[in-house]
């Protein structure tokens, strides 16, 4: 049975890579500071702290050029704040959607909806398999405090239907992603994941941020941060 330690992002879909935030941790706090901790999860953009915290010579961006290679530039960034007051769970689901600055009508492209006033679209299942999520955990995250779950494996089987993915999870199996403040966890974006709710809650804060190389078709931009 695969433990956490034994996952790398080719073939498992999944890499920690530990302490390697240790850095520029503190920022990071800073940063998390000035964000709303009622919320699940807050849509991060246009704060200059965040982009020189994701500059190509910093340690998250050097990462995804080492990961994409020199293009590698980030185009969103999420900010998950689970605490006992907002202890909330999240099934077994796939990232499908990116963040772009205006609607484009492009063919394999769509749905479309806004996500705390961001303009979202899903894209072909392709693009998806080309990018790098990189998840920045500022607090530690052991068993019992909700680490996120994983399909080792599951990145590769492109876009899953909804009513498909139960049986995924209980053939392949699922990995618990535990870390400590400042590890760095990577991710395949397609993969399949999962949060439960934390049998004893301590805050748990993971800055979130998906990392593309290429650009996209039909005058179509991504949002970035």
């Known amino acids: 049975m695969l433990t956490a330690d034994a996952l790398t992002l080719e073939p498992h879909g999944a890499e920690r890579l530990g302490r390697a935030a240790l850095a520029i941790l503190s920022d990071l706090l800073a940063l998390a500071a000035t964000q709303p901790s009622e919320r699940a999860g807050t849509r991060l953009h246009g704060i200059p702290a965040l982009t ?22 980030p185009v969103r960034a999420i900010l998950f704040d689970k605490t006992a007051d907002t202890n909330w769970a999240l099934g077994w689901h ?34 998806l398999a080309g990018m790098l999520t ?46 400590e403040a400042g590890d760095v966890w990577l991710y395949a974006t397609p993969i399949v994941h999962a949060s439960a709710v934390a049998i004893r809650p301590k805050r748990r804060r993971v800055l979130q941020i ?7 078709p039909n005058g179509l931009e991504w949002l970035g941060v």
Not at 52 to 73: H, V, Y
Not at 104 to 115: A, L, R
Not at 153 to 174: K, M, P, T
């Open 52 to 73: 020189a915290l994701l500059a190509p010579d910093s340690p998250l961006g050097a990462i995804a050029n080492t990961r994409l290679g020199p293009f590698a530039r």
């Open 94 to 127: 796939q990232d499908r959607v990116i963040a772009v600055r205006e609607r484009i009508e492009t063919p394999g492209y769509g749905p479309w909806s806004v996500k705390q006033g961001m303009l979202h679209v899903a894209p072909p299942a392709e693009l």
């Open 134 to 179: 990189i998840r920045v955990h500022l607090d530690a995250v052991p068993a019992t405090n909700a680490p996120l779950l994983v399909v080792p494996g599951s990145h590769r089987l492109g876009r899953i239907a909804e009513d498909e993915i139960a049986a995924i999870v209980r053939d392949q199996g699922s990995v618990a992603c535990l870390a």
């Open 210 to 216: 998906d990392f593309a190389a290429s650009d996209l």
